[in-house]
């Protein structure tokens, strides 16, 4: 789907945002462990891809000036046994870079380079450790600056993460396709579980299905897939228990597959019985925000300003549903702890500029929700949409918002 052509475009386009002389030196992830000598499902670092469309770890990019070229680091003997040598050749096929170094030949001539520079473009490091969502980060940039300081530890960096964003928040058709391809898989496998959603028992059950759906087209989650009823939805991230389900539950269904590398990301909230008055009161009042959001967005706003009318309207809701009394940013995200809208693409929560006018191209999620612990309720409505010319379109349209509420 992606060719060569794609890459070479994004590395033309990177250069000519980055005005200035120094080398730009990026690069892949790291494989990780799981545990013992198993590693984690490798999963490029999306800026990286994004250039060259390789899928091998530790591969560094090098472009100086006109010049462009790959480092690939060397294996050993086992490396080579268990996993194969890496294909220099194809390498090149796909990222459209003719020249691809070797280890020891891809350092040499760059650290010659790196003398005699006084700045190099890179992407910084991530924190070691995301104190907010409590993972370690891969540490592939941060062993790469410390070889770039190794080589000259006077240099200056530059962090092109700016750039990529910019980059990467207005989506080129190919991209848009391979979304929209994301999106299909997903509402198919949504459409698998609601044939019969009262023959699942558990929550892990239901979640099987929807990856049985995903490995019948050869790709995987784009996140942890949430699949959470009763009590267990009003926990943002819930994952699926082996509990039996309560008929008289809603069962709320965050999932997204990811199509060469590209993500869908939907929510939908169903129902095995028929609603009480207080369930619909809820799922009619998120349906309604919802729709509020949706009539915000078009070319020219900022997600910024567009949450703080999404907030305004939600305190209404919740305020009629007898939640709150006074409309406050603390009341409101008591109930509604969320952003309404994320950027989609090569990450689940892309990159881009919260505080950019949005501009055809981008894309982005929409997905208000109630939650209520002390009522076991938990409703979200998530959908992928479209910024375009004239408004926007709703790439996951064709999957209903309330297909199996009763």
């Given at each position: 789907m992606f060719t060569s052509d794609f890459f070479k475009g994004n590395r033309a386009h990177l250069r000519s945002l980055f005005t200035g002389t120094a080398p730009i030196v990026i690069t892949a992830n790291g494989q990780l462990q799981r545990n013992g000598d198993v590693t984690l499902p490798f999963r490029q670092d999306s800026s990286f891809w994004y250039l060259t469309?390789?899928?091998?770890?530790?591969?560094?990019?090098?472009?100086?000036?006109?010049?462009?070229?790959?480092?690939?680091?060397?294996?050993?003997?086992?490396?080579?046994?268990?996993?194969?040598?890496?294909?220099?050749?194809?390498?090149?096929?796909?990222?459209?870079?003719?020249?691809?170094?070797?280890e020891k030949s891809g350092w040499k001539q760059l650290n010659q380079r790196l003398k005699k520079v006084k700045n190099v473009a890179t992407l910084a490091a991530h924190a070691p450790y995301d104190e907010l969502e409590g993972f370690y980060a891969n540490p592939a940039r941060a062993h790469l600056i410390n070889q770039l300081k190794a080589a000259n530890d006077t240099v200056e960096l530059l962090d092109l993460r700016t750039h990529l964003a910019s980059m990467?928040?207005?989506?080129?058709?190919?991209?848009?396709?391979?979304?929209?391809?994301?999106?299909?898989?997903?509402?198919?496998?949504?459409?698998?579980?609601?044939?019969?959603?009262?023959?699942?028992?558990?929550?892990?059950?239901?979640?099987?299905?929807?990856?049985?759906?995903?490995?019948?087209?050869?790709?995987?989650?784009?996140?942890?897939p949430i699949v959470a009823s009763g009590k267990h939805?009003?926990?943002?991230?819930?994952?699926?228990?082996?509990?039996?389900?309560?008929?008289?539950?809603?069962?709320?269904?965050?999932?997204?597959?990811?199509?060469?590398?590209?993500?869908?990301?939907?929510?939908?909230?169903?129902?095995?019985?028929?609603?009480?008055?207080?369930?619909?009161?809820?799922?009619?009042?998120?349906?309604?925000?919802?729709?509020?959001?949706?009539?915000?967005?078009k070319p020219g706003v900022t997600l910024r300003e567009c949450e703080l009318q999404v907030e305004e309207f939600m305190g209404e809701k919740l305020r009629e549903l007898g939640l709150i009394k006074a409309i406050s940013h603390e009341a409101v995200r008591?109930?509604?702890?969320?952003?309404?809208?994320?950027?989609?693409?090569?990450?689940?929560?892309?990159?881009?500029?919260?505080?950019?006018?949005?501009?055809?191209?981008?894309?982005?999620?929409?997905?208000?929700?109630?939650?209520?612990?002390?009522?076991?309720?938990?409703?979200?409505?998530?959908?992928?949409?479209?910024?375009?010319?004239?408004?926007?379109?709703?790439?996951?349209?064709?999957l209903p918002r309330g297909a199996s509420l009763t």
């Open positions: 469309g390789i899928d091998e770890p530790d591969v560094v990019l090098v472009i100086d000036k006109t010049k462009e070229y790959l480092i690939v680091p060397d294996r050993g003997e086992w490396q080579i046994a268990s996993a194969g040598a890496v294909d220099h050749s194809s390498l090149s096929k796909v990222s459209g870079i003719d020249l691809v170094m070797d990467r928040m207005i989506k080129q058709p190919i991209e848009i396709e391979a979304i929209q391809k994301a999106i299909d898989i997903t509402i198919e496998a949504f459409e698998t579980v609601q044939k019969d959603l009262g023959s699942y028992k558990t929550e892990w059950e239901i979640e099987n299905a929807m990856t049985s759906v995903f490995m019948k087209h050869r790709v995987v989650h784009a996140y942890p939805a009003v926990t943002l991230h819930s994952g699926a228990s082996n509990e039996t389900i309560d008929p008289h539950d809603l069962i709320l269904f965050d999932v997204g597959a990811e199509y060469q590398n590209y993500a869908a990301d939907i929510t939908r909230t169903y129902a095995l019985k028929p609603l009480t008055k207080r369930q619909q009161a809820v799922f009619n009042a998120v349906a309604e925000v919802q729709a509020f959001a949706l009539d915000q967005l008591h109930y509604y702890p969320h952003g309404t809208s994320h950027f989609l693409g090569l990450d689940t929560h892309d990159v881009g500029d919260y505080k950019r006018p949005l501009a055809p191209g981008v894309v982005l999620t929409v997905e208000p929700g109630i939650y209520i612990p002390e009522e076991g309720i938990g409703i979200r409505i998530e959908d992928n949409v479209l910024i375009t010319e004239n408004g926007i379109k709703v790439l996951s349209e064709r």
